[in-house]
């Protein structure tokens, strides 16, 4: 059993990862930190762990952490992550942080959209954390960098037409959308039920972090520099995104060559489902799993393929993808602890 650190325990991403760990056969969970919650029982700050993690919060000391765990994922805020990372790789310990912090290669890229990088000879080292993409580099690696759910939801489904030569890079439109967890768990007046309930905002109009993340990617796929409109919106639910990209077609195709396309390109993917002909995917079908569903359609009056990705951003959006990272980091079945099937209604 590999003993297993979550640092950061206490927000939204933190606890999903302890609610994967406790039925996670290949794992102990042996250390679970929070600043905010240091002293109290994980399963007092979040009853639905009772009776499945006896832990208690602790602050966060990397040497404590080191001590006790082999593995170690870091669910922390942006600049908070690395101030501890690179004393975990200090210690020889593997870690996913979930955090922005070592997602972007280009250190003035980071330092343009965050804040100065404290330790950004790591930013080379570490791997992109998007297994249908990066499998084999994931598995080599000490240090992987666990992707934004935004991103992840559009990198899936613009991965067949990128790769393919299907699209024309300058054409890119992204349309998102993200159930209120995505905003985190600290009190933010944007976030209280009464600013979300009924409503429906775009927010962090052509200025979301996120933004570089996804052309980064998507660049890394084409070959060359793309830029995207990328605009996120604010849903009324706790969890999912769902996510609408708009692309012209370099050449004529029919929806049903698409979807063919997409069939062949993910066949063999554990947690990649594409829709038939006739079907798109819905946020309340991937609830819970760790699983994005991809449709994608042809619209032959404007010449666009039209592709839709739904992903539950608490799973394979942050926790969920993160434990497929650490199976591939220790060696084990990707999909170990991660196979229930979604959650409907």
């Keep these: 059993m590999v003993k297993v650190a979550v640092v950061g325990a206490s927000g939204y991403t933190g606890v999903e990862l302890v609610r994967l760990l406790c039925d996670h056969p290949a794992v102990e969970l042996a250390c679970v930190t929070s600043r905010q919650q240091a002293g109290e029982e994980i399963a007092a700050v979040f009853p639905s762990l009772r009776d499945r993690a006896e832990l208690v919060c602790e602050p966060v000391s990397t040497e404590e952490i080191a001590d006790r765990a082999d593995f170690v994922f870091t669910a922390l805020p942006h600049k908070t992550a690395m101030e501890v990372v690179p004393d975990l790789l200090a210690a020889g310990k593997k870690v996913v942080d979930?955090?922005?912090?070592?997602?972007?290669?280009?250190?003035?890229?980071?330092?343009?959209?965050?804040?100065?990088?404290?330790?950004?000879?790591?930013?080379?080292?570490?791997?992109?954390?998007?297994?249908?993409?990066?499998r084999e580099k994931i598995g080599a690696a000490r240090l992987v960098a666990n992707p934004g759910c935004y991103p992840t939801s559009v990198a899936l489904g613009l991965a067949p037409l990128l790769l393919g030569k299907r699209i024309v890079l300058d054409s890119l439109v992204i349309d998102s959308k993200s159930?209120?967890?995505?905003?985190?768990?600290?009190?933010?007046?944007?976030?209280?039920?009464?600013?979300?309930?009924?409503?429906?905002?775009?927010?962090?109009?052509?200025?979301?972090?996120?933004?570089?993340?996804?052309?980064?990617?998507?660049?890394?796929?084409?070959g060359r520099d793309v830029t995207v409109t990328f605009t996120p919106h604010l849903l009324p639910v706790n969890r999912g995104i769902l996510s609408t990209c708009y692309a012209?077609?370099?050449?004529?195709?029919?929806?049903?060559?698409?979807?063919?396309?997409?069939?062949?390109?993910?066949?063999?993917?554990?947690?990649?489902?594409?829709?038939?002909?006739?079907?798109?995917?819905?946020?309340?079908?991937?609830?819970?799993g760790n699983y994005c569903d991809v449709g994608v359609v042809s619209d032959p009056r404007t010449g666009r393929a039209i592709v839709v990705s739904a992903i539950d951003n608490l799973v394979k959006g942050a926790a969920g993808q993160a434990v497929q990272n650490m199976n591939l980091m220790l060696g084990i079945e990707e999909d170990t602890g991660l196979t229930a099937v979604p959650l409907f209604p």
């Design 98 to 134: 979930l955090s922005a912090d070592y997602r972007l290669k280009d250190r003035s890229l980071y330092e343009a959209w965050y804040q100065v990088h404290s330790s950004p000879h790591l930013l080379e080292e570490a791997v992109y954390g998007l297994p249908e993409l990066y």
């Design 179 to 222: 159930g209120a967890s995505g905003a985190g768990r600290g009190a933010k007046t944007g976030s209280l039920f009464c600013e979300v309930n009924e409503g429906f905002k775009a927010y962090g109009v052509a200025a979301h972090r996120h933004t570089p993340e996804i052309e980064q990617t998507l660049g890394e796929l084409a």
């Design 248 to 288: 012209t077609l370099s050449a004529p195709a029919q929806t049903a060559d698409l979807v063919e396309l997409y069939q062949d390109h993910y066949r063999g993917e554990p947690f990649v489902r594409v829709h038939p002909v006739g079907s798109l995917p819905n946020v309340a079908f991937v609830k819970g």
